[in-house]
């Protein structure tokens, strides 16, 4: 699917962004559940629970950043603060959900 079939299709869009964000949330979740669980401190937001973790070193500090970026995108999809650009829901689709899995794969590690 190319970035203008998707933005061509607002239902479909609308699945797309919805599930990105529930993924991304879900990770913002279990980052700031393991901050508070290993007493790390509390985040002042969704990156700094990443920070965290990354500080502690129970993840990368590179994945860290890109989660952080990826909670970025979480608030723009939510919030609506501007309109969120097809392409790049693409580009994340493809290239980046890896960080996803290997966020989860690094709190059961």
């Known amino acids: 699917m190319t970035s203008q079939e998707l933005a061509a299709d607002e239902d479909r869009l609308n699945v797309v ?9 879900g990770c913002i979740d279990l980052a700031v ?3 508070a669980d290993e007493a790390l401190g509390a985040p002042a937001g969704p990156g700094d629970a990443f920070a965290l973790l990354a500080r502690a070193g129970r993840i990368d500090a590179g994945l860290a950043e890109r989660l ?9 999809i939510v ?3 501007a309109s969120v650009e097809t392409d790049k829901v ?3 689709i493809r290239d980046d959900l890896g960080d996803l899995e290997a966020f989860v794969a ?4």
């Open 17 to 25: 962004l919805m599930d990105l964000q529930q993924a991304i949330q």
């Open 33 to 35: 559940h393991a901050c």
């Open 68 to 76: 952080t970026g990826a909670a970025g995108l979480r608030n723009l």
């Open 79 to 81: 919030h609506r603060y």
């Open 90 to 92: 693409l580009a994340v």
């Open 106 to 109: 690094a709190l059961r590690g």
